[in-house]
């Protein structure tokens, strides 16, 4: 290099150092002090819509898929039951597609039956097989489900339906059955209405715990949230009255604790102290004064004062209670399970309804909003539906099941056809489900996981997950409008499993029986076709295809905003007619003095009945009320705990006349000291590692007790007694139990 | 000091060429057995009364012969360490999970553990540095013990850190470099303080036991050269040359003082900095403004115990009665018990206040100790209030076997006092939802138990590698206060440094 | 108040309030962020030791004795607070405050000193004692927006803070500023009582601005002076009937 270039190329050098330190210096310091923004991906993913099946109440979800596979479930914010929202179970149903213990191929049972061994086989012999023992089975075939209303029991319906001795049985929530048992005597329809909590400035929560396991969890949560914040300067009130403090109750202003069974004594005291005012009031004139005369006789042992001792209010209180149902604004009782689940359920079911009657006609002659109750014509639709799945609109109630079940036990089934339902679990081990299938000739389960009641099965079918496959469902509970919930396959089948629907049309089609549709999508497209040719709903001018198109995309069909008119119920004859039911019977319990306890077995928002027991999201979640995750407990009033000495975690055995567990003591001051309360859902034994061996399964304790009226399980009928059984464990416990009492920190 | 004296001093410690060993005081009465030696006026129980041949040979002697029993006791620790480092190395690549920490409790026993470290290591240094500055003439023998302890305790604590931080794999993330990465640590936070001010410490406090060994490694070198010991390849490289000049000396003697101010300096400011990793924070139980002071008071107070309880050990194992006497741990001893008031004091200070304002967050904090912790509590104010009582006694101070117990029952309330500064606090954080207990798991207790192994080994090694009395100050002690025959009266001779 | 004034360098200050007057503790918002962000499931032995992860818990305090009891729900996750305890202790600057007001953790700076969880008065941060075990099938639903954490670091609630991110993307696509309610983060999203509000506060049409001014404001530890970011609308009256 010469000099000159020398020069030159240190000129360059030099002067664009100069200019280069000039620049700006980088004074944001980037990569490992910004947030990566979390690594969003460049794409969103696709976003399906369809109907959750973690329980019946059919709320509509939508479902975030990336790359095929399910991400994130959300609420369908244009559905009618949920708006958009969701309950945790639901938020959790992911969880069940990617489940490590999800059943991945058809399985045969290959030891003694009931021995839980199986072999796996191809889905060809599964179907044949399934197909050549239906065929094989006239006169003698059962299915059983969880009253889902979903086409997969459309689809049996159909082809079973048409073998004479063919019988159909739902298992039941306990909590949810007694709601379609009551009410059916002073309404249309065949079940309790669903209340206008929405509206409502004051609500009474008769054991309702519409949070939990009452009938649509979501539903009632956001008409809660409705009542007590959407209004300007109107706040509503609620006040429960029950012998536990449930969450449900937490979320209450006030908590009466009752005596269990006794509720529809308040009922009618309250019923009482409202006619009384409208006659002390003169507002008379033009309600049916007959009627009112009438009633006020019937209730006169139903006064505030005769029945405080009973109800353990003091009679001043209930006239306070009743109040609102006088007053001017709105007012609402709503009546649950801890009416419904005693053998005078019925009967405190229409006492409620009756209270709810009588002032919301009061309240009409006064053109007062009132508790909109659920159109008739709905109703009428809902059963339309179900006629248009081919499901007959019988009431489904544990009596049916009761009759199954000894049914089978006399050996009375050849085959049986098990779909997402777990009785021998779920359902009073004094019912003996185990041993009754164990004399059944061949039963065949869709499940999604090995359970309790799959592994006594002959042959397991494994069922798409509903994220994966097609249905169609109607909400057990509508609240308000009709609902037709669809379901698509928002992603590709996750392991080897079939649709059950698919599979039992393939089964009935190689057994030569006649189907109704080639699968699963096909029959739900046929009963749109039928509802577009009924109900005209959809824009008619829309191709088949395109109506098709719509539905999915928006998860169902329902009627717009415009579409809902606001409809009043009509003045009810019935109500009027009304003689001599106004009596609600003191409850009868099982067990004798050996049992001091009331037994008051509910669910909690996360396991249910038991089916979330395998999920790890539903497990870790704490309980609202205990604050306990992993584990199952006795909840006791403290002061009945430190009668036997124990204290939290001691082990105790409960004891009733059908059996007894062992699980360790939860003192809960929001609990009667009369009674002792058990969650469900815990106590698996073959469902898997997560859900297995944990708690104790209080269904062993309760009997078949049954409403004499409605053939609903009284699961609370029952009484026990309690021991310590000696040792201890450690409570999985969220809160810590002292800085629990230590709210007034935060000042709320 | 006359020049006469600091040349006589030289030529007696320097021990240089093959004559070092000889005693160049002739006029001293050399030897006097220390238990039948009748008091006299004049002589003072911190008077050593060896030749300094003996007193080399005495000195030097842990140095140069080594026992079986020794090799027992370190075979013993290293099964010890090797048993932590197992533990710690388990949890380091499963999760600290392995620990009983949970949330809200971020910090268990190892951070209690680190600050007992730390808090020891205040001891060797601040003594040896206000011993040095007030001219207290009876520190000579300890301050060697007394230093290589800070260094020690100060390396084991430098470990927790480490032994604590979720992604020890990272931790250089906390070092000021210039990176790629663009990182640079957050001086903002107590803990960078922290970091800076144990390091500044750690150099400090090595730098100073270092200079303060030179002239006795030389000692030492000349004496591993003439036998041949293989201890002189290293002692040559350290001693630095050391030859007794007299301006070597005099840079000796200036570097240490500078150095002992200078020390003097850091030390408080490092357990202040060390209480900030809590009081900086807004966590009730931690965010008081006594807990500066009152940690560097209990640093010095478990060192100073901490160091009694080494000389009696030291004392009792390398028969070290000639050199360490009672009246160092009688001194000791009263500078323990001065420390004990304050510490109480300031215990007290600290409860009193909560206990009458009773906030409700703070007061939960120590009701929660009493309950959960009361034997704890008994320990720690019970044991310093007893030992305050029994300190009074000169017999007791000059008991070993007594002062060995108590000393020891000190460093138990210390070591519980940090566990109790920093377990109860966090169970009991201002969420009441949110409280917790806690109790260490087995890795804990094991990597802690592997630390006090560890620190005893790193003593063990020391004790074998470098002369563990100060022999040069003890000369120059001896010097400096050695009798003067004037006719028939032996006079005490008080020159002051 | 530093709050307040984010406008004047940027259009979003987001914020949350809870409504205690409509949250019936039912838990789905746990299980929604759950699901969200990658938050593991500990198992049963992890629990009992204390270690869930929930970046979303719902604290229940019970007041009074049987039978004038009276149980309150408190949801309680990282309050996103202006003023934060947690921010200034951390020696590697692995928490910071971001321009719209949000606490954020960069999980790749965070070394696991814990100091930040010792500072927090709310006890919101959560520490990755192990590797969060997601083998197996499960990973199939991992959310691809939301790193997973490994063991040794910190990890809190964001605010969905990938939700925000693609709501400011798509409305920059659009030429637009973030309407209020188009990003909800998982639990406002799920909440089935509606009880959760999430929005940008330096938008005075927003309805979280509405809520905040509408007199039932409280913040949590409000003496603190950490200033959150979530509010908590208060309710309750004390005669019903």
Known sequence: ?748 | MSSENIKRSHAATAGAGSHGDVMALPELETYRDPETMPARSGYDDADIFLSEKEFNDHTLRPLFTTTPAYFIFVLGLGIVMANGLGWFTYQLFVGLGQTGMHEPLFWGAYIATFVFWVGLSHSGTIVSSILRLTQANWRRPILRAAEAMTAFSLMVAGLFPLIHVGRAWRVYYMFPLPNQRMLWPNFKSPLMWDFCAIGIYMTGSITFLYIGLLPDLAVARDRAIASNNWRRHYLKVLALGWRGSHREWSVYNKCSLFLAVIILCIAPSVHTIVSWDFAMTMTPGWHTTIFGPYFVVGAIYSGIAAVITLMIVLRWIFNLDNVIRTLHIDCLAKLLVTIALIWTYFYFCEFNVVWYSHKPEEWAIFEWQGERFSLFLWIMIGGSVLNIFLMSWRRVRRSMVAMFFITLLVNCGMYIERYLIVVPVLTHRDNAYMWTDYFPSITEFSVILGSFAYFAFLYAIFIKLFPIVTMADVKEGVLISGDMRLGRHAVRLQVKE | MKSFNYKKQNDYKWAMTIDLDRCNGCGACVVACQAENNIATVGEKQAELGRKMHWLRIERYIEGTYPDVKVRFLPMMCQHCDYAPCESVCPVWATYQNPEGLNVQVYNRCIGTRFCGNNCPYSVRYFNWYDSNFEGPESNQLNPDVSLREKGIMEKCTMCMQRIRRGKDTAKDEGRDVEDGEIQPACAQTCPTNAITFGNINDHESKVHELVHSGRMIRLFEDKGTHPSVMYLKGGVADVI
């Not at chain 1, 009466?256 to 009031?281: D, K, N, Q, T």
């Not at chain 1, 081919?390 to 544990?398: C, D, M, N, S, V």
Request: hydrophobic share 40%; charged share 20%; with cysteine.
């Open chain 1, 1 to 748: 290099m010469d000099r000159r270039s020398f020069l030159k190329v240190g000129a360059v050098t030099a002067s664009s150092g100069v200019l280069g330190a000039c620049g700006q210096v980088t004074k944001k310091v980037i990569p490992f002090v910004t947030r990566p923004d979390d690594g969003v991906n460049p794409v969103d993913g696709y976003w399906y819509a369809t109907t959750c099946a973690e329980c019946n109440s059919g709320c509509g979800v939508i479902v975030r898929t990336v790359n095929g596979r399910a991400k994130k479930i959300e609420g369908n914010a244009v559905h009618p039951v949920n708006g958009g929202k969701l309950c945790a179970k639901g938020q959790a149903a992911v969880q069940r597609v990617y489940h490590r213990d999800r059943l991945t191929q058809p399985l045969m049972r290959k030891g003694a039956k009931g021995s839980g061994k199986f072999e796996p086989v191809t889905w060809e012999k599964a179907i044949a097989t399934l197909g050549e023992k239906l065929a094989g089975a006239e006169g003698s075939v059962f299915y059983l489900n969880s009253g889902n209303n979903d086409i997969t029991a459309g689809v049996a319906n159909a082809i079973l339906g048409k073998m004479s001795g063919f019988t159909m049985a739902t298992n039941h929530d306990p909590g949810k059955e007694s709601q379609f048992a009551g009410g059916a005597t002073l309404n249309e329809y065949p079940h309790t209405p669903y209340p206008d909590l929405e509206n409502a400035e004051f609500s009474l929560l008769l054991g309702a715990d519409i949070f939990e396991s009452d009938r649509n969890p979501v539903f009632f949560a956001r008409s809660f949230g409705a009542s007590r914040r959407d209004r300007p300067s109107i706040r509503g009130r609620l006040v429960y009255c029950g012998s536990r403090l449930s969450s449900t109750a937490a979320s209450c202003d006030k908590w009466f604790p009752v005596p269990p069974g006794y509720l529809g004594v308040l009922a009618l005291s309250i019923a009482h102290v409202v006619v009384e005012s409208v006659i002390s009031r003169g507002l008379a004139q033009s309600i049916q004064r007959n009627a009112l005369g009438r009633w006020s006789e019937a209730l006169a042992e139903y006064a505030p004062e005769k029945v405080a001792d009973k109800v353990e209010i003091k009679a001043e209180l209930i006239r306070r209670i009743a109040r609102p149902f006088i007053d001017e604004a709105p007012a609402v009782a709503i009546a649950g399970d801890d009416i419904a689940g005693y053998s005078n359920g019925v009967e405190g079911l229409d006492a409620v309804a009756f209270l709810n009657m009588v002032s919301y006609e009061i309240g009409r002659e006064k053109l007062r909003i009132k508790p909109r109750h659920t159109p008739v014509s709905d109703q009428d639709l809902k059963q339309r539906m179900l006629a248009w799945f081919g499901l007959a609109p019988e009431k489904q109630t544990f009596r049916r099941l009761k009759e199954l079940v000894d049914a089978m036990s006399a050996g009375k089934y050849k085959v049986g056809v098990i779909h997402h339902t777990n009785p021998v679990f779920d359902t009073p081990a004094s019912l003996d489900v185990k041993t009754a299938l164990g004399k059944v000739g061949f039963v065949a389960a869709f499940a999604n996981f090995m359970d309790e009641t799959t592994s006594q099965a002959d042959l397991v079918l494994p069922d798409h997950h509903w994220l994966e496959s097609w249905s169609a469902q109607v909400p057990n509970f509508v609240p308000g409008v009709p609902v037709l919930n669809l379901r698509q396959p928002v992603i590709r089948p996750f392991n080897d499993t079939r649709s059950a629907t698919d599979v039992l049309l393939a089964a009935a089609g190689k057994a030569g029986m006649k189907i109704p549709a080639k699968n699963g999508e096909e029959y739900i497209r046929k009963i749109v076709d039928k509802f577009r040719a009924e109900m005209l709903e959809i824009d008619p001018t829309l191709s088949r295809d395109a109506a098709w198109r719509t539905l999915l995309s928006k998860g169902g069909w329902w009627p717009s905003e415009e579409e809902q008119e606001p409809s009043e119920t009509p003045s009810n004859d019935k109500l009027w007619a009304m003689k001599n039911r106004l009596k609600v019977n003191d409850p009868s319990f099982e067990g004798g003095s050996g049992f001091p306890y009331h037994l008051h077995l509910y669910q909690t928002v996360h396991m249910g009945r038991g089916a979330g027991a395998n999920q790890g999201w539903l497990q870790e979640a704490p309980d609202p009320i205990t604050t306990l995750m992993w584990q199952s407990w006795v909840e006791m009033n403290p002061a009945t705990a430190s009668k036997y000495g124990l204290i939290e975690g001691d082990l105790v055995t409960v004891t009733s006349p059908h059996g007894s567990i062992t699980a360790p003591v939860f003192p809960y001051v929001g609990i009667r000291p009369d009674v002792i309360s058990i969650p469900l859902g815990y106590g698996h034994t073959e469902y898997g590692e997560i859900a297995n061996n944990r708690g104790a399964n209080p269904m062993k304790l309760i009997g078949t007790g049954m409403d004499s009226q409605s053939g609903a399980l009284a699961w609370r009928s029952c009484k026990v007694n309690v021991k310590k059984a000696g040792g201890s464990v450690v409570m999985l416990r969220s809160a810590h139990p002292e800085g629990e009492y230590k709210g007034e920190i935060f000042q709320l």
